[in-house]
């Protein structure tokens, strides 16, 4: 029988990582793939930032003369039918896309928690009422309902992240009902009850902070989808109006006259689309193993 | 049982009349009905003939009423009429039906035997390189937007035959079912066939880690025989309920696609339909999807409480 290498077996269990910046490199290279997302996500967010110095020409700028410029040194991806900058109108599409993403999820997640709080602490007639409510929220696609608001409230951008935010709100709502319901049994919640603690309280200090795990796990999810509903709305052209450099938008219909003459037009958004996507999935999926075992995968 | 099935089509039919409410309602929250719309695009009109139009539409009467008339002509089969072409509305939408269903079945069939196959690949090789490679892939799949994929197809179909594939209503030989059909259904059923993978994956999963699948290898039991009688058998249940999540899911695809291959199905025709602003349509096109979403998510319940006894003790 060979011996064990114990000092290699403790490296890989992380024991022997010290230091703040050894378990973080420790963690890095456990979750590679989340680590990938994350540096897509933290570049994503650098340019939505520094658009303005990254982005060498104004986004919105018609320019006759250069219109539909091959990729080249001039113009780096292109120009458009407008004679726009294609690599400045993608950069300060990321901010559109960062806010939106940021905005829905954050005002879904919002209002799902205190839906969901509500229904599974108080449950009764309270619970019935908003479990009807879901059901008929979730009985409509993610894009059919948003494009219905979208049309109802007019094309802007705190419309769209309306928009985009009520179809998260039962999906939020649902997993933190659970969670409470789940809460709601266990013996530190009636201990606080025992020892004379308000209702409101209990909810607020004791149930919510321990549903934050999901929370995060779940809203990091519904990122990448709230930035594919966006693309999605502005594609149809019921999304973020014209001239604001949306990558969905850029995408829109008239895309498909210019796959013939101007593929680069088709390419470069899809490009920004899926990789901002695919950098929060990452991250969400590293995410979830990390703060939910129980779901590993 | 049959309470069981009593009790789950109460709720469907409570949950379709509370959409009908919420479609009804949402499209109207902006003041102002179809009427000042046109007008307030054509410039000065007669007020005389806005009346006129108005009474012609129904539109001068209280919500409530135009709410009860809508939803009794349905009850007997009359949508109403589209504002646009002043066709009824029912003969509009029916012809775009089987066009949609057609991609849908495809897209189906597509993301099943696509995502199922990988997935238990993926689980029975966990932790392997090949795991690792699929998984990126299925997750890249769900990262990539369906239009976007679309729009590549038409680049690559330009750059291989210099032409787009145009819809074709009567297809004739097989390549052209192919180019007509299969392409875009591939186009809607790629992400779908990512999210088939990764559950199938992590059902896989959880079913191997069963007691009884460690039985079945301490007696013996040839890899492949714990792999596909003991362990996919069970693992396919919950695989099961996902077309159903599927369902909601294709939809989204279907509008974009649609849209970017230029095909008359329903999907484009909602689009088409709210930006012409004509109500009668995206209200009634908007309540055949939630009919088909409730529908396939109530034939998914029952299934499910078949297969698996337990469900229908437990709820």
Not at chain 1, 234 to 240: H, Q
Not at chain 2, 219 to 245: D, M, Q, R, W, Y
């Amino acid at each position: 029988m060979a011996a064990i290498d114990f000092e290699s077996e403790l490296r890989r269990a992380g024991a022997l990582a010290s230091g703040r910046w050894g378990k973080l490199a420790y963690l890095a290279q456990r979750h590679l793939l989340g680590t990938i997302g994350l540096v897509i996500m933290a570049l994503f967010v650098l340019t939505a930032i520094f658009a303005n110095v990254i982005g060498r020409y104004d986004p919105l700028t018609v320019d006759a003369v250069h219109a539909l410029a091959r990729p080249g040194w001039q113009h780096w991806m292109g120009t458009d039918s407008f004679g726009r900058d294609v690599f400045s109108r993608i950069v300060h599409g990321a901010r559109i896309s960062l806010a939106v993403g940021i905005g829905s999820t954050a005002l879904g997640a919002t209002f799902g928690v205190m839906i969901g709080l509500a229904s599974g602490y108080l449950s009764g007639w309270v619970d019935l009422v908003f479990q009807r409510v879901t059901d008929i929220l979730q009985a409509l696609p993610l894009l059919v309902l948003a494009l219905v608001m979208t049309a109802a409230l007019g094309p802007s951008l705190p419309n769209v992240i309306l928009a985009i935010a009520i179809p998260l709100v039962p999906i939020v709502a649902r997993v933190i009902r659970a969670n409470t319901l789940a809460l709601r049994e266990l013996p530190f919640v009636e201990a606080a009850k025992s020892i004379g603690m308000s209702e409101m309280r209990i909810a607020l200090r004791h149930v919510l902070p321990n549903t934050l795990a999901p929370l995060i796990v779940l809203a990091t999810a519904q990122l990448g989808s709230t930035i594919l509903t966006e693309a999605s709305l502005s594609f149809l052209g019921l999304g973020i109006p014209e001239p604001y450099p949306s990558w969905g938008r850029m995408l829109s219909e008239s895309a498909a006259e210019y796959v013939r003459t101007a593929p680069w037009l088709v390419i470069f958004p899809g490009i920004a689309i899926s990789l901002a996507v695919f950098g929060t999935n990452l991250f969400g999926d590293a995410l979830r193993d990390i703060l939910d075992p129980r779901q590993r995968g | 049982m049959f309470a069981y099935i009593v009790r789950r089509l109460f709720l469907m039919l409570l949950t379709l009349f509370g959409i009908s409410i919420v479609i009804f309602f949402l499209l109207r929250i902006v003041p102002g009905n179809i009427v000042d719309i046109l007008f307030a695009a054509a410039g000065y009109v007669d007020p005389a003939d806005k009346a006129a139009l108005e009474r012609q539409l129904g539109v001068d009467q209280p919500m409530v009423v135009q709410y009860l008339h809508w939803i009794g002509g349905l009850l007997h089969g009359d949508l109403g009429y589209s504002y646009v072409s002043e066709k009824p509305a029912l003969d509009e939408i029916l012809p775009r039906i089987p066009i949609t269903a057609r991609l849908a079945g495809l897209a189906l069939l597509f993301s099943a035997s696509v995502g199922i196959p990988l997935g238990v690949l993926s689980a029975v090789n966990q932790g392997s390189r090949l795991d690792y490679a699929l998984r990126v892939v299925s997750l890249s799949g769900l990262s990539l937007p369906s239009f976007w994929l679309g729009l590549l197809i038409l680049t690559a179909s330009v750059a291989m035959f210099g032409e787009i594939p145009i819809f074709n209503p009567d297809p004739k030989t097989w390549g052209e079912v192919f180019a007509t059909y299969c392409i875009p259904a591939m186009a809607v059923g790629f992400r779908s066939s990512a999210l088939t993978m990764r559950i199938t994956r992590s059902s896989m999963l959880e079913v191997l880690r069963q007691d009884y699948i460690r039985t079945a290898r301490a007696k013996g039991a040839s890899e492949s025989s714990v792999n596909f009688h003991h362990a996919l058998k069970n693992a396919i249940l919950p695989v099961i309920t996902v077309v159903g999540i599927e369902a909601a899911f294709l939809i989204g695809g279907l509008i974009v696609t649609e849209t970017v291959f230029n095909i008359p199905g329903v999907a484009r025709f909602l689009v088409e339909a709210i930006r012409w602003r004509d109500y009668p349509i995206v209200q009634n096109l908007v309540m055949f999807i939630a009919v088909v979403v409730v529908t396939a998510n109530f034939i998914v319940d029952m299934l499910y409480a078949v297969f698996d006894p337990r469900i229908r003790y437990s709820d």
